[in-house]
């Protein structure tokens, strides 16, 4: 078992930046790929960015590529997501999610079906 728990969403302007975090406990969190997703009202819940093991292997949605840095700190069972230049269309709830079949030094799937723990969530609203 593993339990996820992502904090740091809020209400920012077009612009702002966030820091979003997810505390990780359970099976050995240094063995595996972490993600980042996110869901907006009314739309499939979609890829944001992911790291492997070591977070040396990285990959980002084209959408946020420039704007987001995902990183992960195995001592403090940690994964970060450092969001800057927000857009309204960044809006959604974030989850972060793990991978516990795929070997932890491969690239990151961007589909939430290969992902088997999540976190509850935490919502990111950016106005305009």
């Known amino acids: 078992q593993v339990q996820l728990a992502e904090s740091g969403g809020g209400l920012v302007q077009a612009g702002g930046s966030l820091r979003l975090s997810c505390a990780a406990s359970g099976r050995i969190f240094s063995s595996y790929i972490m993600a980042w997703f996110r869901q907006a009202p009314g739309k499939d819940r979609e890829f944001v960015a992911g790291l492997s093991r070591s977070g040396g292997v990285t990959r980002y949605a084209d959408s946020v590529k420039g704007r987001f840095t995902a990183s992960r700190d195995n001592a403090e069972n940690t994964v970060l997501l450092q969001m800057n230049s927000l857009k309204p269309e960044d809006t959604a709830v974030y989850y972060c999610?793990?991978?516990?079949?795929?070997?932890?030094?491969?690239?990151?799937?961007?589909?939430?079906?290969?992902?088997?723990?999540w976190g509850q969530g935490t919502q990111v609203t950016v106005s305009s």
């Open positions: 999610a793990t991978d516990v079949t795929q070997g932890g030094a491969s690239l990151p799937t961007t589909s939430p079906w290969a992902y088997d723990y």
